[in-house]
């Protein structure tokens, strides 16, 4: 068969006309949805790429607070322990303190109940022992007896010293009413004589303690005077009796039981305020 070169042109012709059809029409079309499948390939593998960046950085922001989270947790629990701690500390020494006043106070307690009863017997035996006493001397007194207690006050008058003689003088010269005399029995006439004699041989032998000739003297019997006799003027007073002595060595006991409460302080120790309280603590 002879070779056609019309032929060959013509389907030449025509797959030019085939390629360029192709091209414009299924190639271009093909390789654009190729590019734009791997454009949006591209782009979805972008954002799967920023998603998976914002997921690691949200999971990094996640353990950073969980790890701030357990460090807040672990503060505040170590500081709940400390204060449990220290109040349970407080509440302790709080305990310790109560118990040991507590305990203080009933030592105290105890102690001025003892004190107080035994300061109340020695009282009452020291007034029953001066009661007894003043009671036996009373029922012991006699009028011979009085008129030696005179006898023992007039020479007591007689030789009073200076300075008391001036002391009693000024009390007799100021003096709006008599001079009293009293005694446990009514003095004789005698006696209350002799008193007289005695006021004025004293105050009128010192030329400082002169008095007028007579001083005027009231006498009045007294029953607590205890033989013996007091004579009391504007407020000074001279006396003698065994009333006095049993007033002196009263008040000379009253002394020495104070010196010994006083010494019984000091030799008692105070309440162990530094005692330890320990109470039971059971572990959890």
Same mark, same amino acid.
């Given at each position: ?34 590019? #734009? ?6 782009? /979805?593998?972008?954002? #799967? ?44 020494? %709080? ?90 029995? /009514? ?10 004699? #005695? ?24 029953? %607590? ?29 009253? %002394? ?29």
């Amino acid at each position: 068969m002879p070779f056609n070169w019309f032929t060959v042109g013509a389907q030449a012709l025509n797959f030019l006309i085939l390629v360029c059809l192709m091209k414009r029409f299924l190639y271009k079309p093909i390789r654009n949805a190729i590019d #734009a499948r791997e454009n949006r390939i591209a782009t /979805e593998l972008a954002d #799967a790429d920023a998603q998976k960046a914002e997921a690691k950085k949200e999971r990094d922001e996640f353990q950073h607070k969980n790890e701030e989270f357990d460090q807040q947790r672990a503060a505040l629990l170590s500081k709940a322990t400390e204060e449990a701690k220290a109040e349970r500390q407080r509440l302790l020494d %709080e305990a310790r303190k109560d118990a040991v006043a507590l305990r203080a106070k009933q030592q105290e307690t105890l102690r001025n109940d003892a004190k107080g009863l035994n300061q109340a017997i020695t009282r009452r035996t020291q007034q029953e022992v001066f009661a007894i006493a003043r009671k036996a001397l009373a029922d012991l007194a006699s009028t011979s007896l009085e008129e030696r207690m005179c006898e023992v006050f007039t020479r007591r008058l007689r030789e009073m010293d200076n300075k008391a003689k001036k002391v009693l003088a000024g009390a007799l010269k100021t003096a709006s009413e008599p001079a009293l005399v009293r005694s446990a029995f /009514e003095l004789p006439a005698e006696q209350r004589a002799a008193i007289q004699n #005695a006021m004025n041989e004293t105050f009128s032998s010192d030329p400082s303690t002169v008095l007028r000739a007579s001083i005027n003297i009231r006498f009045e019997t007294a029953p %607590e005077v205890i033989s013996g006799i007091e004579l009391t003027s504007n407020g000074q007073k001279i006396a003698w009796s065994i009333a006095d002595y049993l007033t002196s060595l009263e008040k000379g006991i009253e %002394e020495l039981l104070k010196d010994k409460e006083k010494l019984e302080a000091k030799v008692d120790p105070p309440p162990d305020t530094k005692a330890e309280f320990k109470p039971e603590v059971k572990s959890q």
